[in-house]
């Protein structure tokens, strides 16, 4: 049924998504917006209570990696499934990893980590936007050559890395064990 869908039903599907994240992020108490009351573009400073707050931070470059991963898995197992579904199952997973991370659980698993230790979960309006960031990650490995997707995704997790010392690869490390040497290197890390 889904393996032919048009991009009109694509997109009333996608919506229809990401209004479901919304709703599950307001039940889950999260903030429509930054609660200092205003919305910027950009966020620098990885240790500002705005990071995740607003519209793009150092941590969308993950989520445009999530899209980069998501594209290529899904082509893998799926080859002749059509490009829209394989989005709407990229969104849907997308959109499950933002509703999870927005958890006390997950909330406090990242408390945990050097750089997080007063992250409260994102705004609405940035877990909606690290979404649109994955379906621009989607979109670019499907129209770029691989070998360009490969050297952006390192490029992203290399500069990430240096500028805030962290980046998808150390995240999903310090999910699965704290090593003392990430810890003490994020630790190092200036504000600004």
């Known amino acids: 049924m889904l393996q032919n869908l048009n991009l009109k039903r694509v997109i009333l599907i996608g919506a229809g998504l990401i209004a479901l994240q919304i709703l599950v992020l307001y039940l889950l108490d999260q903030p429509a917006i930054c ?10 400073d990885a240790l500002s209570s705005d990071m995740s707050q607003h519209l793009f931070d150092w941590y969308t470059f993950s989520h445009i990696i999530h899209g980069f991963v ?9 080859p002749r499934m059509s490009v829209g579904t394989r989005l709407l199952i990229a969104m849907g997973l997308e959109i499950g990893w933002e509703i999870a991370e927005n958890t006390p659980y997950v909330i ?14 994102d705004s609405i309006l940035n877990s909606v936007f690290d979404t649109f960031s994955m379906i621009f990650g989607f979109w670019f490995a499907r129209r770029f050559p691989v070998p360009l997707t490969v050297c952006m995704a390192i490029l992203f997790e290399v500069a990430v890395a240096a500028v805030i010392h962290d980046n998808l690869t150390l995240n999903i490390l310090n999910f699965i064990y704290q090593f003392d040497f990430i810890h003490e ?8």
């Open 35 to 44: 609660e200092c009351g205003t919305v910027k573009l950009w966020i620098s």
């Open 70 to 78: 998501f594209y290529a898995v899904l082509r893998l197992l799926f």
């Open 108 to 121: 406090n698993a990242y408390r945990e980590q050097a750089l997080a230790q007063g992250y409260v979960g």
């Open 185 to 192: 290197w994020q630790s190092g890390v200036q504000t600004g």
